[in-house]
């Protein structure tokens, strides 16, 4: 190629490097604001602080939701159309339903027909059904569990006020949350991981736990917290209807008031209209009943039902702080989770560390560099000047590949640019080395360089390779941080086999193979 | 400037005994310390647990805030100061027996955190992290198969570019740096993380460098002079890529010093690693990898065509 055409190229290249860069420099400059930007070098949650988590959907819990559902509106149909039964329970993963030997179901009529679409029945014994679910729904239903809740939790997180949270999915049952320049951790994890199951049910009053009757009641507890330690020092029990008269379903809001009264908060639920409905017939049916809010499993509070409710709105009130009624109030209004989370992994760094592990980084990165970028000078003098510029227009390729690949720089990311320097200047070493022995055997200028960058060609070649192949390995394997050092070494390495070697080499031709007299390399 | 004159004579491959028993000596001390140590210190990365860093500021003894912790109810925890010393920085572990944390529950992070926070108000969370045991095997798993994925990578590369001799030397020369960084997180009980794995693939890619240096101008030479004597070819071709040999790994050594020494407590482990490799790494190149293949072609050697 020709001299010119290599360097309007290395020029274009140049201009194009400054351009790419730009929207990173303007992002991060004092007084920037990094997330109104695109096209940036993304920072990792290792320095920017904020919080990384992969939760785990129970998918199994709410296969198992929806068998229980199906139990309950066959009990229900049973009962409306007063069909005599002797029970109806989920068994593992099936429903089994015995009647009296005196009593048949018409299984292909209605209601049971609508309720059992997508459902196989069998009959074990002349009185005994049991319905299963194919697989094939099962997994349907597990894979829509997950996706939900992925849509619940994007919801719930947007409340929080973070700029830039990524919710993703990961593979069957797995979801990552990410949420960058977090402050409360922990207010953060209940508000995501709450399920937020709201059901009412009747309390049986004049029943206590002993003497309830286990096919129709069930005990669920009121939990009373120290307010200081947030211990739980009492639990109250409360015999319930098994079945609940309304569920959290048929919200369709909920704020957070303040009591007139004594100045504390307590949340206010609006129903949609079936809810509505459904409210008014119990408030006016059950006058005088206690009315248990129970949220995932615990029961909230448990007024006395004083008048008929029309108005399609409920509070719920508990001993709350204002933080804990947002909280709720939010986890309502964004709708229960399919299935409860668990957390299989929990990454958080504080801001203060963040900045700390930046400062480490530019640190390491300048010391190593001003080690380098010495050593090569006074090593190899004008050669080593060449060395250098080739180093720094690496590094600025390595930023603007991360910048356009919408790429994350991490902590051990920096490590890997800061790696690559000393690796990129290898390349130079050898070729220099060559080009000193062909020299030092009365080659002159032109002929000890080519020597030296043909010879060294293969040499820097195979031994770059090496060394990606370990990069590419991490990047296949690794996970977070990790996968940034893997990202920029493997760039770096790239980028440098192409710096320490076409741009040395056009340094060479303009300095000094460009002249007429061949003058004496500075080598 | 040049560290090495032009014509070293240094009779690399009549050291060749020497090095080798050196070699093996330092592995085999690493296999007795591993089962007198206890194996590797593993970091939660693979044991699954979870780790919060605090800073403390003026919490003064570390016997005052163990016995803050214990009466706080933490139970089955590690304290340990982290940092430079003065820095009020503490690392609270604690080991996770149960498959991942419950979401509505309290964290067990979050109970220290909860502890440590009505004792000393101005204590500042710096990092949590939380590990269940089956990500713990997962990552675990996957650093395994990372490594097994380099080295074959390795190993098919270098089979295909040198002939076999030179294959197997270069491959002893890898496992031998390998082995060798994981002994010294043996001796050390530095903490064996994920970084750690990184540091281990990147010094096992890293290190095949300076060999495939050695061994391009053994061939050359080899080809370049048939008649002569094939130790004499084998300690020429180590003498005159001296220099490079040194330089190359030098100028990473400069960074890996630079990030080992600036780069902070995170990646410490990480540059521990490194630093150690890449000085192996070159001492194997000239002292094991060269020797291997000059015994191989004694004891098999080459058809001349």
Sequence with gaps: MGLKIRGIFLLALLAGCIVMILPTIQAYRPGGNPSAIRNKVNLGLDLQGGMYLDLAVDTHAAVTQVEDRLAQEIEDAFLDKLIDYVSVERQGAAVDVVLPPSETVDWNAAPFERMLTGFTLHQVEPHHYRITMPDAEAKRIQQDATKQAVEVIRNRIDSLGVSEPSIQRKGESEIIVQLPGLRDRQQAIQTIGTQAVLAFYLVEDNVTPETMDPNKDVVKYEEQTDETTGQVIRRIPYVLEKRPVLTGDTVSDARVQISSLDNTPYVSITFNSLGTDRFARITTRSQGRRLAIVLDNKVQSAPVIREPITGGQAQISGRFTLKEATKLAIVLRSGALPAPLTIREERSVGASLGEDSIRQGLLSFIAGALLVMIFMIIYYKVSGVFANVALTLNVLLILVALASFQATLTLPGIAGIVLTMGMAVDANVLIFERIREELDLGKNARAAVNEGFQRAFWTIFDSNLTTLFAGLALLLFGTGPIRGFAVTLSIGILSSMFTAIFVTRFLYDVVYLNRRRLAEVSI | ?305
């Excluded at chain 2, 096992?204 to 070819?233: H, L, P, Q």
């Excluded at chain 2, 071709?237 to 330089?247: A, D, Y």
């Design chain 2, 1 to 305: 400037m040049r560290f090495f004159s032009n014509e070293t004579h240094f009779d690399f491959l009549g050291w060749r005994f020497i090095s080798l028993s050196a070699s093996w000596a330092i592995i085999l001390a690493g296999v007795v310390a591993y089962f007198v140590m206890g194996g590797f210190n593993y970091g939660i990365d693979f044991t699954g647990g979870t780790l919060v860093q605090v800073k403390l500021p003026n919490a003064g003894d570390i016997k005052a805030i163990r016995q803050t912790l214990s009466n706080g109810g933490i139970q089955g925890f590690a304290l340990q100061s982290f940092g430079n010393p003065g820095a009020d920085e503490y690392l609270v572990s604690l080991a996770k027996a149960d498959e991942g944390t419950s979401v509505t529950g309290k964290t067990p992070a979050a109970q220290v955190e909860e502890v440590l926070k009505a004792h000393y108000p101005d204590m500042d969370v710096r990092r949590v992290e939380s590990v269940g045991p089956k990500v713990g095997t997962e990552l675990k798993d996957s650093a395994y198969e990372s490594i097994v994925f380099s080295l074959i990578a390795l190993l098919i590369y270098i089979w295909i570019r040198f002939e076999w001799r030179y294959s197997i030397g270069a491959i002893v020369a890898t496992a031998h740096d390998v082995l060798i960084v994981l002994a010294a997180f043996v001796f050390t009980q530095r903490e064996v993380s994920l970084t750690v794995v990184a540091a281990v693939l990147t010094v096992a890619g890293y290190s095949v460098n300076d060999t495939i240096v050695i061994f391009d101008r053994i061939r050359e030479y080899t080809r370049k002079f048939r008649k002569r004597d094939v130790k004499d070819t084998f300690n020429d071709s180590i003498n005159h890529t001296l220099s490079r040999t040194v330089l190359t790994s030098g100028t990473t050594l400069l960074v890996v010093l630079a990030i080992f020494l600036f780069g902070g407590q995170i990646i410490n482990d990480f540059a521990f690693g490194m630093l150690i490799g890449v000085m192996i790494g070159t001492y194997s190149s000239i002292f094991v990898a060269a020797p291997v293949v000059y015994m191989l072609q004694q004891r098999f050697p080459p058809k001349l065509r």
